[in-house]
């Protein structure tokens, strides 16, 4: 969600015109990037069952204190291991079979060895200490970090947000999108006057001496570490159910009390439409044992998991506005339905390496479209995805960096959303398409994938070779152009700026106000047209391309 947020404040940059067929966004990656994004032998050796996460938040003072224990499964025979915490938090002690670990630090990677080889197969677990101030946010959530703020009361106010810059910011975990853990209980300490909120169901709360309550929530489904997460306020809550396709989905509410009279009717009035349309195209909520919960945040808006923070002031579109331009984006809350949407892709399924988040965030920003569609019908729903076209930069390929926690473009979001929307035009069938999208939720239900495995699905289920499609849009900065001329009563074609191998169906029109597929390769083709001149020729506006006079 972050880079979304950041490609809506900076102005549309001039398409970069790229030279090479594929490209690589070039960086100066360091030995930190390598420790935190590589899956090297130390973070392959185990396989992350169970946390407890035990915080005691120190709001006065801006710390924070506690422990993780990590639960694992020994996947080879190994007697050291990594996990990460930021290097400006101090690790009291690692604790394993009541004994002290000896652990050496990178930057943020910390390495442990244990006294005896833990063999493959084998269950163990090992506890961390630490404490310290975490990293503060200065632009959350653009920028990671935490959040202490105030509410309109005064009171405190105080959340996280770390997609990318890592949950290992505040709390020492397995830093790797490819290993979630299976379950999680989150301890999370706060003063007693104030209330705390995280992801799954709410165990107990705990009376401790301290003048501190400790709100123990439980997390039944696999979870991302960036997703885990908490909140900190004087919060109203209410609840609700909704009958889904897996049965009573349970709704809680979270809002400060000061906004609790217009979050009431905001919520009530988007979230069930949202929650029908999204089982409607993309299947089942994920995570019915945990529920759904929307809280509101002291930042605009992450997607965590079952526990969706909000920040958009309760109006309709993005603050108010429509990034679409086309009007559709003022028909809904785009942060409800945006990090909602998230739900499905990015958090049920999650892209093993941050490199391919378009998995996570090409398929939410097209959820916004077709929640406008379930509303509206498909020509609003197009004219959306239409207006978003105009904020694509083409500065560097969607696709990033692997193994060195690197994030490709922003453009993921809406050249993403264009790429998804020009490949539902090739399918030619709407309820094919809407069962490749259920059947990618299925098929990959509450697990990480690779984009090869996505690629591969889409492919095999839609039955048509989009290979150079994906490559096209997702490894090059170049927008597929169809050059044509047209002459003694033939249209002339063929695509340029396109990678070795194109060859797209596209639709143009070969008759007045009647679109038709021709079959463009990179070499001319010719065909038969009537009553169309150069002028009124156009393509269809459902594909994302670029239309040029050749000769």
Same mark, same amino acid.
């Given at each position: 969600?972050?880079?979304?947020?950041l490609?809506?404040?900076?102005?549309?940059?001039?398409?970069?015109k790229?030279?090479a067929?594929?490209?690589k966004?070039?960086?100066?990656?360091t030995?930190?990037?390598?420790?935190?994004?590589?899956?090297?032998?130390?973070?392959t050796?185990?396989d992350?069952?169970?946390? !407890?996460?035990?915080?005691? @938040? $120190?709001?006065?003072?801006? =710390? *924070? &204190?506690?422990?993780?224990?990590?639960?694992?499964?020994?996947?080879?025979?190994?007697?050291?291991?990594?996990?990460d915490?930021?290097?400006?938090?101090?690790?009291?002690?690692?604790?394993?079979?009541?004994?002290?670990?000896?652990?050496k630090?990178?930057?943020?990677?910390v390495?442990?060895?244990?006294?005896?080889?833990?063999?493959?197969?084998?269950?163990?677990?090992?506890?961390?200490?630490?404490?310290?101030?975490?990293?503060?946010?200065?632009?959350?959530?653009?920028?990671?970090?935490?959040?202490?703020?105030?509410?309109?009361?005064?009171?405190p106010?105080?959340?996280?947000?770390?997609?990318?810059?890592?949950?290992?910011?505040?709390?020492?975990t397995?830093? !790797?999108?490819?290993?979630? @853990? $299976?379950?999680?209980?989150? =301890? *999370? &300490?706060?003063?007693?006057?104030?209330?705390e909120?995280?992801?799954?169901?709410?165990?107990?709360?705990?009376?401790?001496?301290?003048?501190?309550?400790?709100?123990?929530?439980?997390?039944?489904?696999?979870?991302?570490?960036?997703?885990?997460?908490?909140?900190?306020?004087?919060?109203?809550?209410?609840?609700?159910?909704?009958?889904?396709?897996?049965?009573?989905?349970?709704?809680?509410?979270?809002?400060?009390?000061?906004?609790?009279?217009?979050?009431?009717?905001?919520?009530?009035?988007?979230?069930?439409?949202?929650?029908?349309?999204?089982?409607?195209?993309?299947g089942?909520?994920?995570?019915?044992?945990?529920?759904?919960k929307?809280?509101?945040?002291?930042?605009?808006?992450?997607?965590?998991?079952?526990?969706?923070?909000?920040?958009?002031?309760?109006?309709?579109?993005?603050?108010?506005?429509?990034?679409?331009?086309?009007?559709w984006?003022?028909?809904?809350?785009?942060?409800?339905?945006?990090e909602?949407?998230?739900?499905?892709?990015?958090n049920?399924?999650?892209?093993?390496?941050?490199?391919?988040?378009w998995?996570?965030?090409?398929?939410?920003?097209?959820?916004?479209?077709?929640?406008?569609?379930?509303?509206?019908?498909?020509?609003?729903?197009?004219?959306y995805?239409?207006?978003?076209?105009?904020?694509?930069?083409?500065?560097?390929?969607?696709?990033?960096?692997?193994?060195?926690?690197?994030?490709?473009?922003?453009?993921?979001?809406?050249?993403?959303?264009?790429?998804?929307?020009?490949?539902?035009?090739?399918?030619q069938?709407?309820?094919?398409?809407?069962q490749?999208?259920?059947?990618?939720?299925?098929?990959?239900?509450?697990?990480?994938?690779?984009?090869?495995?996505?690629?591969?699905?889409?492919?095999?289920?839609?039955?048509?070779?989009?290979?150079?499609?994906?490559?096209?849009?997702?490894?090059?900065?170049?927008?597929?152009?169809?050059?044509?001329?047209?002459?003694?009563?033939?249209l002339n074609?063929?695509?340029?700026?396109v990678?070795?191998?194109?060859?797209m169906?596209?639709?143009v029109?070969?008759?007045?106000?009647?679109?038709n597929?021709?079959?463009?390769?990179?070499?001319?083709?010719?065909?038969?047209?009537?009553?169309?001149?150069?002028t009124?020729f156009?393509?269809?506006?459902?594909?994302?391309i670029?239309?040029?006079?050749s000769?």
């Amino acid at each position: 969600m972050k880079r979304l947020f950041l490609s809506t404040l900076i102005v549309l940059s001039a398409l970069i015109k790229a030279d090479a067929q594929l490209l690589k966004g070039k960086h100066n990656f360091t030995r930190a990037d390598t420790l935190r994004g590589m899956l090297t032998p130390l973070r392959t050796c185990y396989d992350i069952n169970y946390y !407890h996460l035990d915080v005691k @938040v $120190d709001i006065d003072n801006k =710390s *924070i &204190s506690g422990s993780n224990e990590f639960n694992f499964t020994a996947t080879t025979d190994f007697r050291q291991l990594q996990f990460d915490l930021f290097s400006n938090l101090k690790i009291e002690k690692v604790i394993y079979k009541n004994q002290e670990l000896p652990f050496k630090r990178e930057f943020n990677a910390v390495f442990i060895t244990f006294p005896s080889t833990v063999k493959k197969g084998v269950k163990d677990k090992f506890e961390v200490f630490y404490s310290g101030s975490p990293v503060i946010a200065k632009n959350p959530p653009w920028d990671g970090g935490f959040i202490f703020s105030k509410d309109q009361a005064g009171d405190p106010w105080v959340s996280v947000a770390c997609q990318g810059f890592g949950a290992s910011s505040w709390w020492p975990t397995k830093e !790797h999108q490819s290993d979630e @853990v $299976d379950s999680v209980l989150i =301890s *999370i &300490s706060v003063p007693k006057d104030l209330q705390e909120v995280s992801n799954g169901r709410l165990r107990n709360v705990v009376d401790k001496p301290d003048g501190y309550k400790q709100y123990n929530w439980f997390v039944s489904n696999p979870i991302n570490n960036y997703n885990i997460t908490f909140y900190i306020g004087k919060y109203a809550h209410w609840t609700d159910v909704y009958k889904g396709e897996d049965g009573d989905l349970t709704l809680d509410y979270w809002s400060l009390k000061a906004d609790s009279a217009i979050a009431r009717p905001h919520w009530d009035a988007d979230v069930k439409p949202m929650l029908k349309a999204f089982e409607h195209w993309f299947g089942p909520y994920p995570f019915y044992k945990d529920g759904y919960k929307l809280v509101q945040a002291p930042h605009l808006g992450m997607e965590h998991q079952s526990a969706v923070a909000y920040g958009n002031h309760f109006k309709m579109g993005y603050l108010g506005n429509d990034l679409s331009g086309s009007g559709w984006g003022l028909k809904f809350d785009f942060i409800t339905v945006h990090e909602s949407g998230h739900e499905w892709f990015g958090n049920n399924i999650t892209a093993k390496d941050i490199a391919d988040m378009w998995i996570h965030e090409s398929f939410t920003n097209y959820s916004e479209a077709l929640m406008v569609e379930s509303q509206y019908g498909k020509k609003a729903s197009t004219a959306y995805v239409e207006g978003i076209r105009k904020k694509i930069q083409n500065d560097i390929p969607i696709i990033g960096t692997y193994n060195v926690n690197s994030e490709g473009s922003g453009d993921m979001y809406y050249k993403g959303a264009n790429m998804v929307h020009t490949i539902r035009q090739l399918i030619q069938d709407d309820e094919k398409f809407r069962q490749i999208l259920r059947g990618l939720n299925k098929t990959f239900y509450h697990q990480t994938v690779t984009t090869a495995q996505v690629e591969d699905y889409i492919i095999k289920e839609s039955g048509l070779k989009l290979a150079k499609v994906f490559d096209q849009y997702l490894r090059t900065t170049k927008v597929p152009v169809l050059s044509y001329y047209i002459k003694g009563g033939q249209l002339n074609y063929r695509w340029t700026d396109v990678v070795e191998g194109f060859n797209m169906p596209v639709k143009v029109t070969l008759g007045k106000d009647n679109f038709n597929f021709i079959y463009p390769t990179t070499t001319w083709k010719t065909i038969a047209i009537k009553d169309i001149s150069e002028t009124d020729f156009k393509a269809d506006p459902n594909f994302y391309i670029l239309l040029k006079k050749s000769k």
